[in-house]
């Protein structure tokens, strides 16, 4: 019975979407938890485009249409006014 | 200067054990033991070659591998043009002034990429490597300096090995000494006692000198006292 892993060590793509609630709401949000997170996300990203012998555009450009993309969902609220036309 | 430092936490820590460090600052105390754990012998694993692949620098090759089971080499592409096409026929995405900006500093970001790239990566590639042949250099220096000075120790080790050969010499020198102050002071006493001798013998001689004058003296005086006698 020493099969079965226990949930709180899954990750996430071997959860299933039935026990998605349950596995979010053991995840640690205290704010220390959640500084954890943010470091161990950049570091993945880092470690993978940009700390590399031989790096590419990719590691800056894709960091920068991310932060284009999020600019744009948040100044859509303005950007609705200058529509062509208005039923679509 | 650390079996002090741990000769004096033991001394302090328990009172009955101060009279072992009577023995003496060159044995280290075992009651405290440093470094337990097991080094990590693991090497630093050297930095990868290449980031992870992205297509058209924008794409993580991730995506495409997610969608090619279902849907084959051309699925993200008509996913992307659908996409693109709903954003612009729903105007989620809307053509404002800003758009042709957009569009004409990505085309010109997107010229001096294509045509400067390959270059300034060599360029930093290059910058790389230097920096890593100076501390390349630095390395082999201080790892050759360290060969030296353990040659140094070694070569001095195996004098010690050797130090009999001065001893021996001084061994010898010293018994030399001694067998010529012996022999001189032989010599000495030979002469001193050959002297004493040679007095004795010239006073002996010269005392039989004198008596035979003296004889010789008295015998002629007295012939001659005998012959003027007669004359009379």
């Given at each position: 019975?020493?099969?079965?892993?226990?949930?709180?060590?899954?990750?996430?793509?071997?959860?299933?979407?039935?026990e998605l609630p349950k596995w979010i709401l053991m995840r640690d949000f205290t704010p220390k938890g959640i500084a954890g997170a943010?470091?161990?996300?950049?570091?993945?990203?880092?470690?993978?485009?940009?700390?590399?012998?031989?790096?590419?555009?990719?590691?800056?450009?894709?960091?920068l249409a991310a932060y284009v993309l999020f600019n744009y969902c948040r100044s859509y609220k303005e950007l609705k006014h200058e529509r062509r036309r208005k039923y679509h | 200067m650390l079996s002090r430092a741990v000769l004096s936490t033991v001394a302090t820590a328990a009172p009955c054990v101060k009279n072992?460090?009577?023995?003496?600052?060159?044995?280290?105390?075992?009651?405290?033991?440093?470094?337990?754990?097991?080094?990590?012998?693991?090497?630093?694993?050297?930095?990868?070659?290449?980031?992870?692949?992205?297509?058209?620098?924008l794409i993580p090759e991730e995506f495409?591998?997610?969608?090619?089971?279902?849907?084959g080499?051309?699925?993200?592409?008509?996913?992307?043009?659908?996409?693109?096409?709903y954003f612009l026929s729903k105007e989620i995405y809307v053509v404002t002034p800003e758009t042709i900006s957009a569009v004409s500093t990505?085309?010109?970001?997107?010229?001096?990429?294509?045509?400067?790239?390959?270059?300034?990566?060599?360029?930093?590639?290059?910058?790389?490597?230097q920096k890593i042949a100076q501390l390349e250099e630095a390395k082999q220096a201080s790892m050759k300096y360290i060969q030296d000075a353990i040659n140094l120790e070694k070569s001095q080790q195996a004098l010690v090995q050797k130090r009999h050969y001065l001893f021996d010499v001084q061994r010898n020198n010293?018994?030399?000494a001694l067998e010529v102050t012996y022999r001189d002071r032989l010599h000495r006493v030979y002469r001193e006692v050959k002297n004493r001798l040679d007095y004795q013998i010239a006073v002996q001689n010269m005392m039989r000198r004198k008596e035979q004058e003296h004889m010789i003296n008295w015998v002629e005086k007295h012939v001659v006292q005998s012959i003027s006698a007669q004359q009379e």
């Open positions: 019975m020493a099969s079965v892993v226990p949930m709180k060590e899954k990750k996430l793509m071997d959860v299933k979407i039935g943010f470091q161990r996300g950049y570091y993945r990203y880092y470690n993978k485009y940009v700390n590399v012998k031989k790096g590419s555009v990719a590691g800056v450009s894709m960091v | 072992a460090a009577l023995l003496g600052p060159g044995v280290l105390q075992a009651t405290r033991i440093f470094h337990t754990g097991q080094p990590s012998q693991a090497p630093v694993p050297p930095l990868p070659e290449y980031g992870g692949k992205v297509r058209h620098g495409f591998q997610f969608l090619y089971p279902k849907t080499v051309t699925g993200p592409y008509v996913l992307g043009t659908g996409l693109i096409l990505i085309g010109l970001l997107v010229y001096v990429v294509k045509k400067y790239g390959a270059s300034i990566g060599e360029f930093a590639d290059k910058l790389n490597e010293i018994a030399m």
